[in-house]
Each structure stands twice: as C-alpha cells, then as structure tokens.
C-alpha cells in the first residue's frame, strides 16, 4: 500500500519550487471506480492526490503533450521542469524518452511509486458493472477489497490484475528523484506465452486474425494520442506531401497505420499497454507490441526503457556489421 501523505508531501514539495511548473499525478474521478489524472499548480492541489490500483494511466505522456507555442520576440520561452508520478513502468517510457533525447533530464521531476500492480479496468467493470459514487479498490495480501458503498467484497488479484502486471519486471521505477516508499524487488519475468500460441498460427490464420482487428479499426488515434512514445512532431499519418496513409477507414488504410505505429515502437515500446486500454474497439494492440518486443530481445538481447545511458536501439549500427540481411 502506497502512503498517500508521503505522496501528497512530496508533491508539495515539489511544487512548491520556483523551477516546477506543475505535478501530474491521480485523483479520484466523479463516479464509480474512475481516476484521473489531477494536476497540482499550487501546493494545496496537492491534497486531492492519490494512488490505488486503480491509477493505471502511463503519466509519462504528459511532459511530451507540453505545448511550446511560437514565443514573440521579447518573450522567453518557460523552461520549469513538469512533476510526474509514475509507477516502474511508466518511468521506462521516462528512460526511453531520454534516451532518444525527447527530453533532457533536467525537464522533469520524477515521483517514483514501487507498483505492486493495477487493475484491468474491462475485468472490473465485467466483475463490478454497476455504477455508485462510493466505490474503491486497495490491495490486500492476495487479494484486492472492493468497497461499493459501504459494502466490502474480497476478490483474488489474478482475477482483476492487468496482465501486464503479472510480468512485471520492474516494478519500482528505474529512475526517480523521489521514491515513494521502499522499493519492490522483481520477482516475474515475462513468458510471452500469449504470443507463443499466436506464432504457432499459419501465415493465413495470423492474416485472418488481423484483418478482423484491424477492419473494426476507426482510425480515432486515441492509440497513438495515449502513447508516451508516440511524440513526433507530425505524425506519419497527418502527412499529405508525401501522403503514406490515406484517410479512408478502410481495411487496407487500418492494416497499414496499425502495422506502421507498431514497427515504429519497435524498441521503444515499454509495454505500458496504454494504447490497447485506449482503444474503444478493443483491438488487441499489445499483441503487436509484445511480438515485436519478443524478437527484439531474441534478435539483439535489447529491452526498452531500462538504462537512460544506453543508445536507443535503431540509433546503433557498427561498422563492420556484416549486414547479411542486404542482398
Ligand atoms: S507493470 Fe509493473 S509497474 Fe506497471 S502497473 Fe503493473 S506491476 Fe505496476
Ligand atoms: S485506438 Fe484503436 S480504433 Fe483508434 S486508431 Fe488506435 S487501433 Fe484504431
Ligand atoms: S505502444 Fe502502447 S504499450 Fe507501447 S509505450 Fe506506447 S502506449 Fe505503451
């Protein structure tokens, strides 16, 4: 269990420095279940924060979503560091950034939660469907306790755990300023078992699989909008000289962009899952993900997001690379 008054002080804290801008963290939403992301300017903001297993947002998208809007000529631009909470996998999308120099270190404040994982918020609303003002979730043993007005239900955490979470590999932050309790040692490791049973499919079942993913597909980008990773100033798909992507929501359009935003994540996915928990079709995005993660840990031993030191992966090359793979 997170210490909400650490949390809160040390967002106070942080805010309260000429050089900070503003903390994002969570707060509980107006109804049911639902947080959100809370913003605190001023230390007094500070007191509406929380964490539970409920806070599953990647935060680490919110200093890439800062607006650096063209500054007039007297005007200097506002250089103070944003304050972000994040759990262990958040802060590799943190690490990647800097690594690909998206940010300097300097830009943020990093507030480290040790996770012990967050729920799959389709689990708790298939288990939990109804809709109450007093309702909550905590961590217990095994366990997580439900509170729904007054009422208290025990539920077993493999039921309503994200899956993500049970692979967590690094469920303390890798880099922080400020660490919110005492640090949780790893002890899962991803099996890619998922993907294993998808890989033993023939190339024509795999094609018939995504063709019906991607054909429910509406091209809304809430992927790519939720995704700390997904930063370029214009994106691939919003480009009309040259156009890669035709705007048409069209089979061929959706295999395309899908195919396009995953091969350019490919070792640089964190496997937050924030895309596939954006998408209001529900189409299995982590899959394309966590595949891709796969052979990029089989092919170069590389993980994404892990040492803010390291060159990102597609930034390498060495000289006398034998590169068989050109014919
Ligand atoms: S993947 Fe790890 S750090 Fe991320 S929410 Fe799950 S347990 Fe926490
Ligand atoms: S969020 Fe889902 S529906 Fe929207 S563009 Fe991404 S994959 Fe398509
Ligand atoms: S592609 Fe999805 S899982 Fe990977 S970093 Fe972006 S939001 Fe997270």
Redesign the pocket.
Known sequence: MVDEKKLQDAVKKTVSRDDVKYVVGYEKGTYGFQVTPSFAYDPKDADKFIFSPLCVY?LAVFPMLEEKPPLRKDQEPDTRKIGVVVKGCDAR?IVQILQEKGLNREDVVIIGIPCTGVVDPKKLQAQFPENGKNMDIKTGKDNFIITIDEKTHTIAQDKLLDEKCKHCEYPTPILYDILIGDEIKATKKEDYKEIEDLEKKSMKEKWEYWEKQFERCIRCYA?RN?????YCKECMVDQLSPQWVRRSVNLSENTAWNLL??FH?AG?????????R?CPMDIP??QL?KKIEKEIKELFDYIAGIDPEEKPLLAMFKPDDPEEFIL
């Open positions: 990647n999308a992927c939720a995704c700390p990773l997904c935003r995953a994540l640089r996915c964190i496997g937050c899952g924030q895309c596939e954006s995005l982590m993900n």
